[in-house]
């Protein structure tokens, strides 16, 4: 009657409302909707694959937008170099991409670490109120750890 995933994914919806995680919810209800149509066997293993890559789209797009709307402009770029806190980020950026890139390989090699971080992102926000940005800096974070661990082994 219940199988094993679905179990989890109620569990997880049940989290994820407790701690008012939309994203998280969101997630979960199109996970079952799949698999209450049946459509869980094609879909499943093509957002696997696929579903990273979309995500950073998306989260792409979300930061160019206002480039694109004309509301950051070049006379805001070269504003921002005066600024220490500017160049604070700027460094910041970078660091996060490259955790990111360790964060896509991680998981591309090692799916299963998926579960532990949505677990402690989903603790995070339920407890300390933190805020979900997601596996994929978690993997990175992860990534240059388990590397770093590695190096010292």
Known sequence: ??????????LLLVIGLIAKNSSLMIAIAVLLLLKAGGLEAKSFSFI????????????????L?????GDIGFKDLTASFKSPYAWVALISGVLVALLAKGGV???ADDPQITTALVLGTILSVSIFKGVAVG???????AYTAMKVFGFFS
């Open 48 to 63: 696997q694959s696929k579903g990273i890559n979309w995500g950073v789209t998306l989260i792409t797009i979300a930061v």
């Open 105 to 107: 390989k991680l998981l």
């Open 65 to 69: 937008a206002p480039i694109a709307s």
């Open 1 to 10: 009657m219940f199988s094993e995933s679905l179990l989890f994914l109620l």
């Open 135 to 141: 596996p994929l800096i978690g993997a990175g974070i």
